[in-house]
């Protein structure tokens, strides 16, 4: 058991890579990886009373729906945390301030152009959650999911026509909550067009702060 915790957020637009960094940093450092998106996912499948409730309230693409159900999650005790894609809100990382204190956040800053083209390559199987991108991590059959078969789908926001409004939509939110841990000295921005180029920073600025359990080759 680690004698200090950790808690840290990675924060991105959609489509800049929040869920491979912090895979990385699960599988580097022992974090335990907590998925907004995947969170919702599960608990919805398995018929989760609370996540229901909130996702009620909420209209299509709002942003206030995951903070009842996944603040929970961040106050176990047992382990280090990496959260991504959460806050996305100032309201939810005020929410988080009040059983939480965050001890690093990492922000993710993509270029518009590459983004835009991310999200309209993207295509995922919904069952599970698997993203794959048709440029550069493709199905082995095109149209169908690797591991099950399943046909895949291209979601609603991630259509071309789409995408313009959903990266300003979480920049205008995002950003009092940059502003905000940017205040506290506890956010650390890394920019770049590929997620294998900006990873060994991170992982330079998170072994700083814990020890790894894989070097940077062996991930």
């Excluded at 637009?13 to 491979?20: R, Y």
Aim: aromatic content about 8%.
């Amino acid at each position: 058991m680690a004698s200090k915790l950790l808690r840290a957020v990675v924060l991105g637009p959609p489509g800049s890579g929040k869920g491979t960094v912090c895979e990385r940093i699960a599988r580097s450092f022992g974090l335990q990886h907590l998925s907004s998106g995947q969170f919702l996912r599960e608990n919805l499948h398995g018929g989760g009373a609370a996540v229901v409730l909130q996702l009620c309230g909420c209209g299509a693409g709002g942003f206030g729906s995951i903070t009842a159900a996944f603040l929970p999650l961040t106050t176990a005790p047992f382990c280090h945390r990496a959260c991504a894609g959460f806050p996305r809100t100032l309201g939810q990382a005020e929410a988080l301030d009040r059983i939480c204190e965050l001890d690093l956040v990492i922000s993710l800053n993509i270029p518009f152009e590459t983004l835009k083209d991310r999200l309209s390559a993207r295509w995922v199987h919904p069952a599970s959650g698997r993203v794959y991108n048709m440029d550069f991590n493709p199905p082995h059959v095109q149209g169908v999911d690797d591991l099950t078969g399943e046909p895949l789908v291209q979601r609603e926001d991630d259509k071309p026509e789409a995408v313009a409004a959903r990266l300003r939509k979480y920049k205008d939110a995002a950003k009092p909550v940059i502003e905000l841990y940017k205040s506290r000295g506890i956010l650390h921005s890394f920019s770049g067009t590929e997620t294998n180029k900006i990873w060994p920073y991170v992982y330079t600025l998170l072994s700083s702060k814990i020890p790894p359990i894989l070097s940077d080759e062996e991930k």
